[in-house]
């Protein structure tokens, strides 16, 4: 293992544990950590869609463009290692289920926080998010993507009436919807295999 100093020379920002014990903060401290959602599978399995499919040994979700049924559902409660005042991201993993040649798809994600104290109410609204990604030339049946939700498509922490705060849980819903830029459509479905949400931390947790 390289000396601590070697370690953490390149890293501007970070919380780091010395083997004695003290937890040192250099420069703000801020990380990012990135958490995997709870997806609603029984949802899945009890209308059969979006389409399960396995090539090799991953498993993803494939969606044509959004009719009944085809979406994801998943959540999860906002962690107290978030540091409370920054948007919150989401990465999108997926990859092409037939060769295109320029095209483009367009992914969105609806969210909602509900409060989990008593005596709330949950909101029936949701709002919505829109990336729209450019396959490329010539682009391989099963070529991936990253698709990132961040800087303006990232949830936003202090959006009047749907603030976030710690113990939020955040609900969520994914589609496949028409692309609006220049390109075709891609004929094909986009198969989804992974889904993390990037939350900025400076804490290991809330204090008692």
């Not at 959602?37 to 059969?48: I, T, Y």
């Not at 367009?106 to 998010?129: A, F, K, Y």
Request: with cysteine; hydrophobic share 40%; glycine share 8%.
């Amino acid at each position: 293992m390289p000396p601590k100093t070697d370690f953490h020379a390149s890293r501007t920002n970070l919380p780091f544990l010395d083997l004695n014990g003290p937890l040192t903060l250099k420069g703000n401290g801020v990380v990012e950590m990135e958490l995997r959602p709870g997806l609603d599978q029984a949802e899945v399995a009890g209308v059969g869609k979006p389409t399960i499919v396995t090539r090799g040994v991953l498993t993803g979700y494939s969606l044509p463009l959004y009719a009944a049924n085809q979406e994801i559902f998943f959540g999860m409660c906002i962690p107290h290692r978030w540091d409370g005042v920054s948007d919150i991201e989401l990465a999108i993993h997926c990859y092409l289920a037939a060769a295109e040649d320029d095209h483009a798809f367009r992914l969105q994600v609806s969210w909602e926080r509900t409060r989990t104290t008593t005596n709330q109410v949950v909101l029936i609204t949701s709002q919505d998010l829109e990336v729209e990604t450019n396959t490329g030339a010539l682009a391989a049946q099963f070529t991936s993507y990253h698709v990132d939700f961040d800087g303006e498509n990232a949830i936003p922490y202090d959006m009047g009436g749907h603030e976030l705060q710690v113990d939020d849980e955040l609900s969520m819903r994914l589609r496949r919807v028409n692309k609006e830029g220049a390109k075709d459509e891609c004929a094909g479905d986009i198969v989804i295999f992974h889904i993390g949400l990037i939350f900025h931390r400076n804490k290991l947790g809330t204090p008692l």
